[in-house]
């Protein structure tokens, strides 16, 4: 049962904690992209998990990808190509100072040549989901017509979509492209999605304005069920930030016979928050592809999610005995 992840690797670069870009000379660099991101999650939770990107036929693209194989990701579907690598920079926030992501992956292999890299009703042969997410068509036309691609040929194919909205606003306007028209045939293929009222309100160009925001998530839920037949769930997280540092986290899975709910986790000493999304994603697919109860799969995710605010980079790197662990509230003891 193979989980297959699509969309672009990058390199991320951070300057050490407490500090500005560029206030010292030294930058910590880490791989990571949402949907690698995801895959390595998965790998380690025990799935049968692999990555379909394009990264360039240098030393840093073959390290990339060794750093994606090394936690267990199939890196057989990697295709490398002329072009840079991608990458971005992270500020970490601290205080009442929000962290800051710059990008720099104009041109980068990926951008340049993922329209035509895949064959993809070949490549997804043997695969039971695809994860994609928004990320993806927001880097061009290029990306946008791959997305696309994909999503059909697996609905064609008969292999499930997991699409994680992950709107990306400052890689929108730096080209011309319409996120309505581009997202809304995407999400026509999506069986699970990871999106919020935001993300329906963009997509259908219409407003959900209750000012309860629980009404908000159930209107924009209707209307997303009413118009893609195939989608089957919608799963977010609900986050209070009282500093960088001191989070709530909750979660919620609507699906179209009603609503489940995952208690909140309190983030006290938050180390990373990047990729959280990502590790929630991979534990909510990870018990949907298993068959686990809704209620289970969504408090699995939660709980992953919970665990990569306490570690560097963007991956998650926990099993599923440490989620479980985590879920069960006995995990804060010395392991002796």
């Known amino acids: 049962m193979t989980i297959l992840c699509f969309g672009e690797m990058l390199l991320r670069l951070t300057p050490a904690s407490g500090e500005l870009l560029m206030q010292s000379p030294a930058l910590t660099v880490r791989p990571g992209g949402a949907e690698t991101n995801v895959a390595v999650s998965l790998a380690r939770l025990g799935a049968d998990a692999a990555i379909a990107t394009v990264l360039p036929d240098n030393d840093l693209g073959h ?5 994606a194989r090394k936690h267990g990701v199939d890196t057989s579907r990697v295709r490398f190509l002329p072009g840079r690598m991608g990458l971005y920079f992270l500020t970490p926030g601290a205080v009442r100072r929000p962290s800051e992501v710059l990008y720099d992956r104009a041109g980068s292999a990926f951008v340049r040549h993922v329209e035509e890299a895949f064959d993809w009703p070949t490549l997804l042969q043997g695969v039971e989901w695809l994860h994609l997410s928004g990320v993806t068509p927001a880097t061009g036309p290029g990306g946008s017509s791959a997305a696309l691609a994909a999503v059909r040929a697996a609905a064609a194919g008969g292999v499930k979509v997991s699409f994680d909205g992950n709107f990306r606003g400052k890689m929108w306007s730096e080209w011309d492209g319409d996120p309505p028209s581009v997202l809304r045939p995407i999400m026509e293929g999506a069986n699970l999605a990871f999106a919020d009222d935001r993300d329906f309100a963009l997509i259908l160009g219409r407003s959900f304005s209750n000012p309860d925001p629980t ?30 540092a001191d989070q709530t986290l909750s ?12 208690a909140p986790i309190t983030l006290s000493g938050v180390v990373d928050r990047v990729g959280g999304g990502d590790a929630f994603a991979s534990g909510v697919l990870h018990g949907v592809a298993r068959g686990w109860a809704d209620d289970e799969a969504l408090a699995f995710g939660l709980a992953a999610a919970g665990l990569k605010h306490s ?8 099993n599923e005995a440490q989620v479980r662990a985590a879920m069960a509230a006995d995990g804060f003891d010395i392991r002796r």
């Open 63 to 67: 390290a990339a990808r060794d750093e």
């Open 215 to 244: 009404q908000r998530r159930r209107a924009a839920a209707a209307a997303a069920f009413e118009t893609w037949p195939r989608l089957e769930r919608i799963c977010c997280t609900l986050r209070i930030n009282d500093s960088v």
């Open 251 to 262: 979660a919620v899975m609507i699906t179209r016979d009603g609503e489940h709910h995952a």
């Open 311 to 318: 570690v560097h980079g963007d991956f998650n790197l926990f």
